[in-house]
Nanobody
Framework: QVQLVESGGGLVQAGGSLRLSCAAS????????IHWFRQAPGKEREAVAA????????DYVGSVKGRFTISRDNAKNTVYLQMNSLKPEDTAVYYC???????????WGQGTQVTVSS
């Protein structure tokens, strides 16, 4: 069982930055792929970024490439999402989700609100 806790959301002006954290407890992230998703009001949940904990390989949705960076801290068992040059359309609840490589069941955090004002 993996428990995920997100933090770091808040209100920021357009062009600003935030760093989200996703900390795991219960077990290590080893063997997992960790995703950041976001869901804006009235919209479907969207995958934003992903990192393979074992290899460090990353992937991003096109709309955030060059602005967001996903990273990991092995010692803290934590995944980060550094968000720069934020835009109002980035406003959403951001969730981290962890899935075992080759698996299809996600562990989810509770979500953290990100609001970007214009």
């Amino acid at each position: 069982q993996v428990q995920l806790v997100e933090s770091g959301g808040g209100l920021v002006q357009a062009g600003g930055s935030l760093r989200l954290s996703c900390a795991a407890s219960g077990r290590t992230f080893r063997g997992y792929v960790i995703h950041w998703f976001r869901q804006a009001p009235g919209k479907e949940r969207e995958a934003v970024a992903a990192i393979n904990w074992s290899t460090g390989s990353t992937d991003y949705v096109g709309s955030v490439k060059g602005r967001f960076t996903i990273s990991r801290d092995n010692a803290k068992n934590t995944v980060y999402l550094q968000m720069n040059s934020l835009k109002p359309e980035d406003t959403a609840v951001y969730y981290c989700g962890a899935v075992l490589q080759g698996g299809n069941g996600y562990y989810w955090g509770q979500g953290t609100q990100v609001t970007v004002s214009s």
